[in-house]
T-cell receptor, first 114, second 111 residues
Framework: DAGITQSPRHKVTETGTPVTLRCHQT?????MYWYRQDPGHGLRLIHY???????DKGEVSDGYSVSRSKTEDFLLTLESATSSQTSVYFC?????????????FGPGTRLLVL | GENVEQHPSTLSVQEGDSAVIKCTYS??????FPWYKQELGKGPQLIID?????GEKKDQRIAVTLNKTAKHFSLHITETQPEDSAVYFC??????????FGTGTRLQVFP
């Protein structure tokens, strides 16, 4: 699992409330990513980080913000949750292995916005 | 930007048969092509990847082929087993960065 944990693993919230999801890694990886997974769309990149305080937008960033104040933690915030943000959220890290760099994924957070 | 198409969306095979999943990509700058297996309730797990300087890569019963000219790559699973049943995703990126995923293939292997 490349030392990646996500919390919470499941969350139910109401429309309009703020939600923060946490990704924690223990192996000092520089690059971290947030993806969302929806039926018929595969996984889509929301935001990514290439170091502490260095973040950038992915293809579906509207309605989301991120922060990375420590190497090990990458936070995804939904400022005002909407039903369209009901999804499964995956964090990934970019790691260098025996045959080169690759991305490994965490276990996911299932979010339901009512 | 990059676009990845994946076919078929579902695939049913008999145990012991081979399974092939195909993906096409649009951006000629893409040079990294991983395949992930996802079981129910779990995160995607990398099973094999290929970079654009290689045409084929094998790992036991799994192989991936890449045709850069045609911009397509394929996953081949031989001697399928029931535990191969899962959803498989292909992806493409430049230098292992922002992955663009296909929409997935649900593989069912019947005993």
């Amino acid at each position: 699992d490349a030392g990646i944990t996500q919390s919470p693993r499941h969350k139910v919230t109401e429309t309009g409330t703020p939600v923060t999801l946490r990704c924690h890694q223990t192996e000092n990886h520089r690059y971290m990513y947030w993806y969302r997974q929806d039926p018929g769309h595969g996984l889509r990149l929301i935001h990514y980080s290439y170091g502490v305080k260095d973040t950038d937008k992915g293809e579906v960033s509207d309605g989301y913000s991120v922060s990375r104040s420590k190497t090990e933690d990458f936070l995804l915030t939904l400022e005002s949750a909407t039903s369209s943000q009901t999804s499964v959220y995956f964090c990934a890290i970019r790691s260098t292995g025996g045959t080169g760099e690759t991305q490994y994924f965490g276990p996911g957070t299932r979010l339901l916005v009512l | 930007g990059e676009n990845v198409e994946q076919h078929p969306s579902t695939l049913s095979v008999q145990e012991g048969d081979s399974a092939v999943i195909k993906c096409t990509y649009s951006d000629s700058a893409s040079n990294y092509f991983p395949w992930y297996k996802q079981e129910l309730g779990k995160g995607p797990q990398l099973i094999i990847d290929i970079r654009s300087n290689v045409g084929e890569k094998k790992d036991q019963r799994i192989a991936v082929t890449l045709n850069k000219t045609a911009k397509h790559f394929s996953l081949h699973i031989t001697e399928t087993q029931p535990e191969d049943s899962a959803v498989y995703f292909c992806a493409a990126s430049y230098n292992t960065d922002k992955l663009i995923f296909g929409t997935g293939t649900r593989l069912q292997v019947f005993p």
